[in-house]
């Protein structure tokens, strides 16, 4: 059967995007600039207008790319699931990340993309899960009491949980542990030039531009963890290269160097943003709603433990539910792009080969006809008498679904409850913003745009 036998790349990965979308509803926007700057403001009340002018598939063109926006529950679904074949996620990351990321999990398909995640899987088993909680508590005990030099200051919050996320990841990651070195400083550097470089405006590559610098910085990342992947091997090193490093294929052999250095630099960057983004935006929504704050200030008081160890991560039902709901009102990856490889019913509409289709986690998140009062903060939509997110398998989907769902989903909500539970014990805030009515931006990353200044107090 054609649709089930897609193991060859060079099917689909040279043609071109598709652009002749004309008879699907929907239009380009303005000529040259198309949709891109009511999308890049806010993609949300965009996507919704758009639903309710021409229903859950409709063409656009935003960043000078033409394609389909996919919206709703039921559309994530066949996206995702993909029991058909028909999506390539290699392809739809292809045009802006594929300097960056080329090999990594989330630019392979199907078997390819099987293969590979048993290298990053190599790193997420039960008893490496339960050392790098032991780990974490140690360096957020260490970076807290840093921390009590800013009590009683205004300090931007997105910065200084950003940094340590980065101290995290350096020792966690690839077992850097002098966290003041140089050695960390330059590998923090490189991956910030990298993930900057990403977020080019064009994709030139000469010195003093963003591109160029993420392009060497992504050079730096593949020769510090390659220089490091022989003695990783030999070792018995409990961070995470180590395990990369030392997983076999199915034929007994190691993965090259590069296989495991793609997947090591992709990790950093789909594990440092996303974490950080959760953890602002949780203090974004405590700061306006004091109930909730004091409510798990209540919970994390109740618990007589300095941290969460790996056993311990159930013990906080409520702070799961407000993770959920940052996740939902304010989810950490706002887009998840693929493209047809085949020629797609998408809801009654006939999608072609090669067309890209975007699709935007907050959509479902806060459509009306799920959620109550989907724009206000409120973690009891998750509670189990209320249970929400349970009325569609797709509705609430943070961390995608299918084939390519996030590998890291138990690692980073081990490292959010961990740091809240610590903080809180430790530590209350109010929100210092200038502009109380906060610009809360989507791209390049989601947080409030003041980066969330905040003052630090003593409980
Ligand atoms: C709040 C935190 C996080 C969120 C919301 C999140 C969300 C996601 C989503 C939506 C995807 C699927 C993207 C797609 O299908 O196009 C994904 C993939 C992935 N995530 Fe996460 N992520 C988070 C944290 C992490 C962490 C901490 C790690 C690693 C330690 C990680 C590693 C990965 C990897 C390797 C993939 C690619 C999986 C594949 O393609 O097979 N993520 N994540």
């Not at 699931?81 to 990594?104: A, I, P, W």
């Not at 390819?112 to 997420?124: G, S, Y």
């Not at 910065?159 to 002098?178: C, N, Q, R, S, Y």
């Not at 407000?322 to 797609?344: A, G, M």
């Amino acid at each position: 059967m054609a649709t089930q036998s897609v193991t060859n790349y060079d099917d689909y990965i040279h043609e071109p995007n598709c652009t002749n979308l004309d008879h699907i509803p929907g239009d380009y926007g303005l000529p040259v600039i198309g949709h891109t700057l009511t999308y890049l403001k806010d993609p949300f009340p965009w996507a919704l207008e758009r639903y309710k002018e021409f229903g859950p598939v409709s063409r656009v063109c935003t960043t000078g790319v033409k394609g389909v926006l996919a919206l709703g529950p039921d559309l994530v679904q066949q996206i995702m699931l993909d029991t058909g074949r028909n999506f390539s996620s290699k392809m739809g990351f292809h045009t802006r990340v594929q300097q960056f990321f080329e090999g990594s999990l989330i630019m392979e398909d199907f078997e390819h993309h099987k293969h590979q995640r048993r290298i990053v899987q190599a790193a997420f088993k039960n008893d490496a899960m339960k050392h790098y909680t032991k780990e974490i508590n140690r360096i957020y005990d260490r970076a807290l009491n840093e921390w009590e030099s800013d009590v009683d200051k205004t300090i931007p919050f997105f910065m200084h949980i950003k940094d340590l996320l980065l101290i995290v990841a350096a020792e966690i990651f690839a077992g850097e542990t002098d966290y003041k070195g140089e050695r960390v400083r330059q590998l923090n550097q490189a991956f910030l030039d990298t993930v900057n470089g990403i977020m080019y405006l064009f994709p030139i590559n000469l010195p003093g531009f963003t591109y160029h610098k993420g392009i060497k910085g992504k050079k730096f990342l593949q020769k510090f963890f390659g220089e490091m992947i022989d003695e990783k091997r030999a070792g018995d090193g409990m961070d995470m290269l180590s395990f990369f490093s030392r997983e076999k294929d199915e034929f007994g052999e190691y993965f090259t160097a590069k296989e495991v250095t793609d997947q090591a630099i992709f990790l950093m960057f789909a594990a440092h943003d996303t974490t950080t983004a959760a953890i602002t935006h949780t203090i974004y929504y405590l700061a306006r709603n004091p109930d909730v704050k004091e409510k798990l200030m209540a919970e994390v008081d109740s618990i007589d433990l300095d941290g969460l160890m790996w056993e311990d991560q159930d013990k906080v039902p409520y702070m799961q539910q407000v993770f959920n709901e940052v996740q939902r009102i304010r989810p950490s990856v706002p887009l998840v792009p693929r493209r047809t490889i085949r020629e797609v019913e998408m809801a009654g509409v006939k999608v072609p080969a090669h067309t890209m289709i975007f699709s935007f986690p907050r959509f479902s998140h806060w459509l009306e006809d799920y959620w109550t009062e989907p724009a206000k903060f409120d973690p009891d939509r998750f509670s189990p008498e209320r249970a929400e997110h349970k009325q569609h398998p797709f509705l609430f989907h943070p961390f995608g679904g299918g084939a390519h769902k996030c590998i890291g989903m138990h690692f980073s909500q081990m490292e959010y409850k961990n740091f809240l539970f610590k903080f809180l014990k430790r530590y209350d805030f109010e929100s210092k913003h200038e502009n109380s009515d906060v610009f809360m931006q989507t791209f390049p990353l989601p947080k409030p745009s003041d980066d969330m200044p905040i003052r630090l107090m003593r409980r």
